[in-house]
């Protein structure tokens, strides 16, 4: 009798475990960060000396369209252009943010996806902006 | 001697399991190709005038005139993005699942090539004008992707479309609705 009673207790815990696990939620993995947010920052944003907010953003479609990106949306008061590349059977996404910073400078941040994972690798990001440089004749620098 | 075939091949199964879950993010996918410089003439034409409202109307006109619905645009950008849904079905492809299928029920057993023949596809473009560096004639670049599923509903091929024909006429198509002539690049 004693035996039957801690069997029973042990599945019942058993039971709670299963039910309880399944309640987690995978809501917060899509808000996970790997890299320090400052530090990803930096690796995805570089300061332009100009202000002509279109002409940048032009450059930056040109570039997006020569790096084989296909344009899936753009807006000039946001200054943001949103593109799409296939590899193989992965999807890249990248959007690209151009923003003023102070009076003489123009900010711009690109976020790179590769299917499910976010692109955290500096050098990704720093051919992109080589590319971004050479098409609009002007040198980023980095920002912290 | 069976067991050992088992073994090996549930071994392969694991490696192949262990390779996938190994794959991780390429390097230097943002870097410029020869490939994409062919690419860019191939998607690219001049036009001799600086009337970029003008090309974008009329590209807009010309989309709609292939059938697509227009998706997005942003004019002060010169951007217009619009996408079509299509048949991919090809005779041929049914044909030899078909095919294979008989095969598979001749021998006894259940095939289903069938579930893995092309359906439908869905094909998106996005354009952009803008003007050239001399600033006395107007860019326009075109894109074209597309997106298969097959029978089962499952996306079966990703690609950019890469066929001259199709932008040669895209652009016979926008010379005509501007009355001007388009200059490769």
């Known amino acids: ?144 | 001697m069976k067991k050992n075939y088992k073994f090996s091949k549930l071994f392969v199964v694991f490696l192949c399991l262990g390779i996938v879950g190994c794959a991780s993010i390429p390097k230097g996918f943002l870097k410029p190709t020869e490939a994409s410089l062919e690419k860019k003439q191939l998607q690219m034409r001049q036009y001799d005038t600086i009337n970029e409202e003008q090309i974008l109307t009329a590209v807009a006109g010309v989309l709609q005139d292939l059938g697509f619905n227009l998706d997005n645009s942003e004019t002060k950008l010169g951007f217009v993005a619009a996408s079509k849904k299509a048949d991919a079905t090809s005779k041929g492809q049914i044909a030899g699942a078909f095919f294979l299928d008989l095969i598979a029920a001749a021998g006894g057993s259940h095939g289903n090539a069938m579930a893995n023949c092309d359906q439908s596809q869905v094909v998106k473009a996005s354009v952009i004008t803008k003007p050239s560096l001399d600033e006395k004639k107007t860019v326009v670049r075109v894109t074209f992707q597309r997106i298969v599923w097959n029978m089962s509903n499952q996306i079966s091929k990703v690609e950019s479309v890469n066929d001259p024909e199709i932008y040669q006429k895209f652009y016979d198509s926008l010379s005509k609705a501007i009355f001007l002539e388009a200059q490769k690049i």
């Open chain 1, 1 to 144: 009798m004693k035996r039957l009673t801690r069997y029973f207790g042990i599945s019942v815990i058993l039971f709670f475990v299963i039910v309880l696990s399944g309640c987690a939620t995978t809501a917060g993995k899509a808000f996970e960060m790997n890299e320090s947010q400052v530090k990803l920052r930096s690796i995805q944003t570089r300061a332009f000396d100009t202000t002509d907010k279109q002409k940048m953003m032009q450059t930056v479609i040109s570039t997006m369209q020569d790096l084989e990106f296909v344009i899936d949306k753009a807006d000039l008061v946001l200054g943001s252009v949103s593109g799409s590349k296939f590899l193989g059977y992965a999807i890249v996404t990248m959007t690209v943010n151009v923003r003023p910073r102070g009076e003489k400078q123009l900010l711009v941040r690109a976020n790179a996806q590769y299917g499910i994972k976010s692109v955290e690798d500096p050098e990704t990001y720093q051919d992109f902006f080589t590319a971004l440089e050479k098409a609009i004749f002007l040198t980023g620098q980095k920002v912290d």
